[in-house]
């Protein structure tokens, strides 16, 4: 059966379809086309929407229900893990190397995946809107070396993050629990992950039904929170500081 979806318009600042329409197979699929013009991507997050498709494919728009969400409080790391943590030199940063991070995120292998949906047009977008100062990236390093990271968007209070990669083993994790305590001090009590993976629901990720997703974005999308960089914020931490309070 073809598929009937909305082709949007070359204005970037058109509306989306209600994400309420997405389809139920392929779960969550709403639109097809556009761009990645800025206003677009920024349009797209405040709604609940985002974009994901391979090379060669038109820009598809998602809206999934469920939708895997974390709260800030609540990521869990393993006792096994957290002992491990404490023989590592890791540090923490923020938007310190976000090409470099988005390009790991791209090129990183993933079970069941052939390829990846980080083509060169999402890239680019991605650089355009951290430049902007409204995507981030979490880094992990083990010296000089990246050992994880992750990058995602923030609009008003809220964070969707895109994803994430190790280098080393329990980078990612690392890069996800810092994410939770910056947005935690920030005073953001949820992020978006997008769709479900055991990975994630280990790490505390909840499913929302798309209503009540939705219903979030839109009260923290429009709490006042200013774009920028989050280096000199962050600075350079330990992993100690994932296990102090606050």
């Known amino acids: 059966m073809r598929l009937r979806l909305p082709w949007l318009s070359r204005d970037p600042q058109a509306p989306f379809p209600d994400p309420r329409t997405a389809l139920r197979e392929p779960d969550g699929l709403l639109a097809v086309g556009g761009d990645l013009a800025p206003e677009r991507l920024l349009n797209a997050y405040r709604h609940g929407i985002f974009p994901w498709y391979s090379e060669g494919q038109p820009i598809l728009w998602w809206s999934p229900d469920p939708r895997m969400v974390f709260r800030s409080d609540s990521v869990h790391l393993s006792r096994r893990f957290r002992r491990e943590m404490r023989r590592l030199p890791w540090t923490i940063t923020a938007d310190t190397a976000f090409e470099t991070v988005i390009g790991h995120c791209a090129t990183s292998p993933r079970p069941g995946q052939d390829g990846t949906w980080i083509t060169a047009d999402m890239h680019r977008a991605y650089v355009r809107l951290h430049a902007l100062g409204h995507a981030h990236?979490?880094?992990?390093w083990n010296g000089g070396?990246?050992?994880g990271g992750l990058y995602g968007v923030a609009s008003g209070r809220m964070f969707f993050a895109e994803s994430m990669f190790s280098a080393v083993?329990?980078?990612?994790?690392?890069a996800l629990a810092a994410l939770a305590r910056i947005l935690r001090e920030r005073g953001w009590p949820w992020f978006d992950a997008q769709v479900e993976s055991a990975h994630l629901v280990r790490m505390g990720a909840r499913s929302l039904p798309?209503?009540?997703f939705l219903a979030i974005?839109?009260?923290q999308v429009r709490l006042a929170a200013s774009p920028g960089s989050w280096t000199v914020e962050i600075g350079r931490r330990d992993?100690?500081?994932l296990g102090e309070p606050g």
Do not use: D, T
């Open 137 to 140: 990236s979490i880094e992990v």
């Open 145 to 147: 070396q990246l050992a």
């Open 169 to 174: 083993g329990g980078g990612s994790k690392v």
């Open 210 to 212: 798309r209503e009540a």
């Open 217 to 219: 974005v839109a009260a």
């Open 239 to 241: 992993l100690a500081w």
